[in-house]
């Protein structure tokens, strides 16, 4: 059970948006629950956060974020149970990487037990937008960006963190296709890649956009340097299965995001014995793996996919189509176990689930 840390002035809403979701329509990312959180930083300090109805911004045309792109978000889920609980997985672990976001944007930080508190309180609050609904979740999305006005690059001296949430189902409806990029680069060695900062996402719209375009769902980005290394994809880091071992791309990287659905698949694939390599990967050993029949499995890891099983890699000109879904037994066992610690029909071995 979370424990309240800090004071959070509540004003609700007089007219709730609830009775107009459509919950068997529910386009990800579009519905958005009745409030919002909002802290805002200047002269060195935080103010008090405070809830209040859902509602747009109005900014000075010259918002240094437009102009110079300084800031940071997070993703994060909140279930409900059967028994009516309300339950965030490790809810930490975001806050953490809040933290090492925000200081590589030379942004100001936000202690981990006020950033949970803030993400707590405003589940309480819109606690009956979270569906109970297999498959279905409750997106929560904190962010921060710089508000200083004027041109000129530097950073700023003020800066809003806020948190909205949306009621949401499945991210990819069906297992994905993707293809190794060997052109374009997410992240340089020295960049951001490990921080979730929105350039990131601004610069891999582009080359995404060359491998939908050919019919694929997501690129699979390779090292910047030699383009010989996996790295992860889209929102979602990722894992193979080459016979009985599980091999992901090590986060030593700064160019990869650490993710935590991630690091739980690792440490939840470890505690079942299942061996687990995190190393560099080579994109040949993937395609020598796919020729010799030692490639059981691939998938993607991340809050808003889950896990997202990969059916078709495209290399070059050749397509690699993996197994069928039903003989991945390795990672259909972890997802389950995922699912069912969420739902509170099975064991939490590390208490990852955090009670609202
Ligand atoms: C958010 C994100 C992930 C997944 O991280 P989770 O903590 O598992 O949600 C992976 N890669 C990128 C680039 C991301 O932005």
Known sequence: MLKE??????????????????????????????????????????????????????????????????????????????????????????????????????????????????VRKLVEVDKN????KEGFSLYIRPFMFAMDEGVGVKPSDTYKFMIFTCPVGAYYSKPVDVKIEENYTRAAVGGVGRAKTAGNYAASMYPAKLVQDQGFNQAIWTDGVTHEYIEESGVMNVVFQINDKLITPSE??????????????????????????????????????????????AFGAGTAAT????????????????????????????KKRLDDMKNGTGEDPFGWCVTV
């Open 5 to 118: 840390a800090i004071d959070i002035k509540v004003n609700l809403t007089t007219s709730s948006n609830l009775p107009k979701v459509d919950w068997d329509n529910l386009p990800f990312g579009k519905v958005f629950s009745d409030h919002m959180l909002t802290m805002d930083f200047a002269d060195g300090k935080w103010s008090e956060p405070v809830i209040s109805p859902f509602a747009n911004l109005s900014l000075h045309p010259s918002v240094s974020v437009i102009h110079y792109g300084q800031t940071v978000f997070e993703g994060m889920k909140a279930n409900r149970r059967d028994n009516g609980d309300v339950i965030l997985f490790r809810p930490d672990m975001n806050a953490q990487r809040f933290v090492e976001s925000c200081e590589r944007m030379c942004m100001p930080t936000i202690p981990v037990d006020v950033f949970v508190e803030c």
């Open 129 to 132: 937008w979270i569906p109970n």
């Open 252 to 297: 030593d990287s700064d160019t990869i995001l650490r993710g935590i659905t991630k690091r739980s698949v690792v440490e939840l694939a470890k505690h079942i014995g299942v061996p687990v390599e995190e190393r560099r990967v080579k994109v040949q050993e993937i395609i020598d793996a796919y020729k010799n029949g030692s490639l059981k499995d």
């Open 307 to 334: 896990i997202a099983h990969i059916q078709r890699i495209g290399y070059r000109d050749d397509i690699l189509t993996l197994p069928s879904i039903e003989s991945r037994t390795i990672s259909l066992d972890i």
